[in-house]
């Protein structure tokens, strides 16, 4: 059997058993959620939401497997309402949330910007100190105006939350 041949072959047996492997997941999966619950239905392991710190934010986790399903970032966040579904006052509390937190985000994006220029500025220019003293001070105000807001996004995220998964205990 030449090289080309036996390659060939190799190539068809894979292609079969992967073909084999997404049928038979295929059929495992779709028997699951006809044994199982609805695809609709939730419970509190499958459908309540947490919130989760991350490096650049708050992930918003669903179910006990706490898949994410927003993220409440810190320089710049989506909308997290859709996660709200069916609860109009969460999706409120998750409106402002992500209103405040991208106000917030301005501030801090804004004064991390001015500190870092008024770093580089006043070590290339020592004949302007003053300049670069009043931009850092600027900056710096800027950056502790938005840590407030920061927090009250969290909150506004931790009420939409506690809005959202009260639903469970009727």
Known sequence: MSRSAAAST???????ALLAFVACFTLHVSGA?????????????????????????????KGEREVRVG?????WTGDVSPAFAGEPHAIELAHRAVRTRRTAAIFTDV???????????????SEHPDRWRAIAIGGG??????VPLQFAADGH?????????ARFAR
């Not at 190799?10 to 079969?16: I, K, T, Y």
């Not at 001015?114 to 070590?123: I, N, T």
Request: a positive charge; proline letters at 3%; charged letters at 15%.
């Open 141 to 146: 105000a800027m950056f502790a105006v938005s």
């Open 111 to 125: 004064g991390g910007a001015l500190l870092v220029a008024a770093l580089a500025g006043g070590l290339s220019d």
């Open 71 to 75: 993220r409440l970032g810190f320089l």
């Open 157 to 165: 995220l931790a009420r939409a939350v506690w809005r959202f998964n």
């Open 10 to 16: 190799r190539l068809r047996r894979f292609a079969g």
């Open 33 to 61: 959620r006809a044994q199982g619950a609805p695809a609709d239905s939730c419970t509190y392991l499958t459908c309540a939401l947490d919130v989760v710190p991350a490096w650049n934010g708050l992930d918003l986790v």
